[in-house]
């Protein structure tokens, strides 16, 4: 005897079989039906959370070249195999390179002047976008972003005859003080410069919106720069 129809035998109170098979079907709708739902809400979140944190654009506004500086286009790869766009500045007499990090709107054609402010203190710089922003290939995330900074930081470390103790200094702006800092504690550097950060995604979705969301996979600057603070000095 099967589970129904043995519910069906058991007297007065119980479900005729039919009526039990159907109660069975609505509940595995129902189910089904849940998991659904909060599958489709996490990828609403998901989309939320990319649509109100990354506005790449693709035109340049400016060329270093248009502020005096000669510079070199670069192309390289991400270690997820992602085309990545730089430019190297190069300054006679470097006593370093600057890595800049950039915010998450615009491209490296809005940090034109900024190049330029570090290039007159005698320091290379290398721009780059990350995926999605200007000539990069893909769409950006929290992820890739630390990612492709590690291909930026291996192109300039490259320059140095691939040096264990580059000389580099990174410098984050918005969004990109998190990517630095965690570029930091990825890598050796000399220098870190973070700022206009923010302490986490979830945080600035709490000052944004009403609804305050709690991203998944959120990015804590705050929690990065303790850590990075801890690190023995390389």
Partial sequence: MDWAAGCADTGAGALPAGDLTEAMCMHTRWVWGAILGLGGLYAWMRYFEWRNVYFPTREF???PDQLGMEFEDVDFM?????LLHGWWIPCANARGTVIHCHGNAGNIGDRVELAADLHRLRLNVFLFDYRGYGLSRGLPTETGTY???RAAYEVVRARYNDSERPPIIVHGQSLGGAVAIQL???KSVRGLVVESSF???SDMARRLYALSIRFAGESRARDRAQTFC?????
């Fill in 61 to 63: 506004a400016a060329k």
């Fill in 78 to 82: 991400s270690e997820d195999a992602r």
């Fill in 147 to 149: 990612a492709d900074a």
């Fill in 184 to 186: 930091a504690l990825d």
């Fill in 199 to 201: 302490t986490s995604v």
């Fill in 230 to 234: 801890a690190q023995p000095q390389r």
